[in-house]
Structures are given as C-alpha cells and as structure tokens.
C-alpha cells in the first residue's frame, strides 16, 4: 500500500509513521505533501529521498475547491492508496474528502468526540478534565468527525500546561498513529486503545 502523508507544520507524527513503515510493514509512504514550502516536514522528507509536494493555500483564497483540484492532480502521479493527515492545518470540504472516503485518516490531539477543533490542550486544563489525549479518526466533511479507529489516554496532571499536556499528547500521538495505521493497511478496523 502506497501511503501519502499531508503536513503543515514541523511532521512529527509524519516521522512517526515513516519509520515504522518499513520491514515487513505492508505499506510505504510514497508523498509528503504540504500546503507550506517552508514546513519542516518536507525538508526531513526530502533529505529522505521521499517524493514531496506543496501546493500553497493563500493563491487560492477563498476558492476551496480549486486549491483541493489542485491538490489531487499533484499527488494523482504518485499513486497514493491512503492519505495519513498528520498536523495539516487545512480544512477539506466534502468535495475532497468524498473522493477518498474509507482510505483517510486524521490524527486529533483530543479524546474526540470531545474538543473538536483547536486549542484542545488549553479547553481541557479550562474544563478541568481528569483525562485527555488524542484520536486517529477516519476522515469525513464534518471537521474532526468521523468513525473513530484508536485513542489514546493521560492523566491530566497537576500544573500541566497547554504546552506540557501537548508534548505529552504528542509523544502519545507518536505511538498511536503508527499502530492504526498498521491496522488500517491491513483492512482492521478494531479500534487501538492505548493507556499513557
Ligand atoms: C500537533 O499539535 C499535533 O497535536 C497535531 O498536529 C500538530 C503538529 O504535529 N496532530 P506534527 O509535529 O507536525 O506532526
């Protein structure tokens, strides 16, 4: 299975699942794509000799489906099987996601459906939440909606922050997506449940 990565930003969990797929891993990742030149991740994909595409959101303001139409005549080529979203920060509209129904899936830095959206970390320290962590989802049009294939938990702890409830979450998020996206290549869809 021929596996497309979406970014934005520096791609951790992108590193994440380029590096379990290897061995007998039946999938590999054949795109990194970004809507940003300068993100991190395409750097690291690169330097790896993994393809790489950016299509820049801001020449297509406003007109969504134009800048997705883009979208899949750059990444048509390289063949992908399954799109990982892994800190993309750009909404797609149905008219994208459609396209790829049961073969996209979303990492979530929230126990969903709790929290959908952003500043999770800061939403469950205000709401005083004893248990947070993060969601590999598949995706759908509705924003960080859709069938729910892993979680995984931490306890809140005292005097965690925004910023130290999201480096703990990332690192969750660094084992729990590798281990969906296992299941998912191989068409299992019981959902990884993994206790921080
Ligand atoms: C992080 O906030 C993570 O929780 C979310 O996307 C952001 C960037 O992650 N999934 P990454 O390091 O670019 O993978």
């Not at 799109?83 to 797609?92: E, N, S, T």
Request: proline content about 7%.
């Amino acid at each position: 299975k021929r596996v497309a990565i979406f970014l934005s930003g520096g791609g951790s969990n992108m590193r994440a699942l380029v590096e379990d797929m290897t061995g007998d891993h039946p999938a590999r990742p054949c795109l990194v794509f970004s809507n940003r030149a300068d993100a991190g991740g395409i750097a690291w994909a690169r330097d790896r000799g993994i393809p790489t595409e950016v299509v820049d959101h801001r020449p297509f303001k406003g007109d969504r489906p134009a800048f997705e139409a883009e979208i899949s005549a750059r990444i048509a080529p390289h063949g992908p099987d399954i799109i990982c979203l892994a800190g993309f920060m750009r909404q797609l509209t149905g008219g994208f996601t459609d396209l790829w129904t049961g073969r996209m899936i979303n990492i979530h830095p929230s126990l969903l459906p709790k929290y959908k959206g952003l500043h999770t970390h800061a939403r469950v320290l205000e709401a005083g939440d004893a248990l947070h962590g993060c969601t590999v989802h598949e995706v759908t049009a509705a924003l960080d909606d859709g069938p729910i294939l892993g979680q995984a938990t931490l306890k809140v702890a005292e005097g965690d922050t925004p910023d130290t409830l999201a480096a703990r979450v990332l690192k969750l998020e660094h084992r729990l997506y590798p281990a969906v996206l296992r299941r998912f290549v191989a068409g299992d869809r019981t959902p990884v449940l993994i206790e921080g």
